[in-house]
């Protein structure tokens, strides 16, 4: 039954609880809070031992606030007790609301859990509302979606009685304000870590970034950044200095294109390739001199963000000296070193582009191959079923058979005039010229002299002939021209301008020397190698070299 006084007690233990409550929200930290917490009840709740218990991510509890004796503090706090332990607990004792009661008679069990606990000594209680030195009383805490977040257990009543009704209707209260201030308490520091954690990540972004920016500004190659996708594909967005100087453009000029603007044209292929696929490619890029520049280009696809646009670093490496000296070895690969004219491996590398291993027997003309790898029919004018070939003829779109030059294949082969006489059949016509009187030269005059010769009939055979024509020098005093489309006619014309044009007079170093030139014209026919192409044809010089008297053979 209530006293007289317990209005009394009720007014001046609610300031206590609003003073305490609004001290929890002051608190700066978690561990700030909690103790606030176990304070609050020992100030303003009346209870002599306060202490909160609260739950950690793995689910156990641990001793986090104490209050009230220094020693149980430094023996407790800190400690953990399992989960399971505690669900016992709470599901045991008597049910006061919200909290729960576990009186000494009951919780004798208890002592040997892993729960952290302590005792205090005093007397058996002498009548039934007194508190016991064993008795528990737990306020359990929880979030607003109903998650477990501590429990405060408390000890000792200054009063030495268990709470009445207001009592624990205080507790309560109380222990639901904690919650609040904990959970307020664990947001501001989860906020506080991601502040913290965005803070650095963005002061490494901006460190990268800058890392970024040097690298990419001042590498001493070409860097560059393009869109990739949409209507701006490959346009530049970014360049560095190194790659405006070697494309002698400003920056703000190369935003205006991409590099499919400025690559040339037959390196664009390679440059789509690349861009799609990302990798290396080796291309021209135009300068604005209009002379193009060799380039090594090396792609890499970056992601802006998870769904964002992508875009393409590009570093671009000047590779002219490269290419450069790559060519000149080339060329020496395959150009005399003396006359500057292709030499024998290359003059047989081209004869051999133009011959295939089957004779060409089966039509007349390449016109006539055309016609029937077009129409589908065999040379006799016979047509197949559907436009398809009869039996016994080859497929034209069949692949082994088209490298083994069938009638239908889209080589066209090389033909050579039946004969001497001019038929009006065109083909290959090839020149194997040898001069005459060039020894005697070298051996009265000298190597020198005779160098000097050599040049000079390599600028008179190579004016002589046309664009497109082959002058080549195969070693020695011999050379020969290929001269592609001619008949037998235009072919003995042409051996005449070129003896005629290495007859005249050589000067060196002040004197006049004289060659002649022996020229055998061959063909080259499919079915043949290029080696027996060039047998035929100097076999046909030495017939003409003999044919002609010593004095006519020799001009000088």
């Known amino acids: 039954m209530e006293t007289e006084s317990e209005p009394y007690v009720r007014l001046a233990t609610l300031r206590q609880l609003h003073q305490v409550v609004a001290e929890l929200n002051t608190a700066r930290s978690l561990a700030d809070t909690l103790q606030t917490v176990v304070d609050g009840i ?14 950690r991510p793995d689910g156990d509890l641990v001793v986090a606030a104490f209050a009230g004796d220094a020693s ?56 039934e509302d007194e508190w016991h030195p064993e008795d528990r009383l737990y306020a359990p805490m929880y979030a607003s979606g109903g998650e477990l977040l501590g429990v405060i257990s408390v000890d000792r009543p200054r009063n030495g009685r268990r709470p009445g009704a207001w009592g624990r209707e205080a507790l309560q209260m109380y222990a639901f304000q904690a919650a609040i201030a904990i959970s307020n308490a664990r947001l501001r520091a989860n906020m506080q870590r991601a502040l913290v954690r965005l803070e650095r990540e963005q002061q490494a972004l901006r460190a990268s970034e800058e890392s970024f920016r040097q690298a990419f500004e001042y590498a001493p190659s070409g860097m560059a950044i393009a869109e990739m996708g949409g209507d701006q594909h490959g346009r530049l967005l970014r360049t560095n200095d190194a ?101 024998s491996a290359e003059l047989r590398s081209r004869l051999s582009a133009r011959l295939c291993r089957r004779p060409q027997s089966v039509r007349a003309t390449a016109v006539e191959a055309l016609d029937a790898a077009f129409e589908g029919r065999p040379e006799d004018g016979r047509p197949g079923e559907h436009g398809f070939p009869p039996d016994g003829y080859p497929d034209p779109f069949d692949q082994p058979a088209a490298a083994e030059a069938g009638p239908y294949d889209h080589h066209v082969h090389t033909v050579a005039p039946a004969t001497d006489i001019d038929d009006g059949t065109k083909g290959l016509a090839v020149l194997f010229c040898d001069l ?121």
């Open 42 to 55: 020992v100030v303003g709740l009346g209870y002599e031992l306060a202490c909160v218990n609260l739950v």
């Open 72 to 127: 149980a503090e430094a023996l407790i706090t800190g400690r953990v007790g399992s989960r399971a332990s505690w669900e016992r607990r709470l599901s045991m004792g008597e049910c006061w609301d919200g909290l729960r009661f576990i009186p000494h008679t009951e919780g004798w069990v208890l002592i040997e859990d892993d729960v952290p606990q302590w005792h205090t000594d005093g007397p058996d209680p002498r009548f």
């Open 243 to 343: 790659l405006c100087r070697l494309l002698g453009r400003p920056a703000s000029v190369l935003r205006r294109y991409s590099f499919s603007d400025l690559v040339h044209p037959e390196d664009i292929g390679t440059l789509l390739r690349t861009s799609a696929e990302g990798g290396r490619a080796e291309l021209r890029l135009g300068r604005r001199d209009g002379t193009y520049v060799w380039v090594s280009l090396r792609n890499s696809v970056v992601a802006d963000a998870a769904d964002g646009p992508r875009f393409l670093l590009t570093h671009v490496e000047d590779i002219e000296e490269r290419k450069r000296h790559e060519l000149q070895l080339a060329h020496r690969a395959s150009h005399d070193s003396l006359t500057g004219l292709p030499n």
């Open 436 to 556: 005459d009187g060039f020894k005697s030269i070298n051996d009265r005059f000298g190597h020198h002299t005779g160098d000097a010769v050599l040049i000079e009939v390599a600028r008179r055979l190579t004016t002589g002939v046309r664009d497109g024509d082959t002058v080549a020098r195969l070693g020695g005093d011999e050379f020969v021209v290929l001269a592609d489309g001619l008949g037998a006619a235009d072919a003995a014309d042409l051996a005449v301008r070129l003896r005629n044009a290495i007859i005249p007079p050589i000067r060196v170093d002040g004197r006049a020397v004289r060659v002649g030139a022996s020229f055998g014209i061959g063909w080259a026919s499919c079915g043949m190698s290029a080696d027996e192409v060039l047998r035929s044809a100097d076999q046909r010089m030495y017939i003409e070299k003999r044919s002609r008297s010593k004095a006519h053979r020799r001009a000088g």
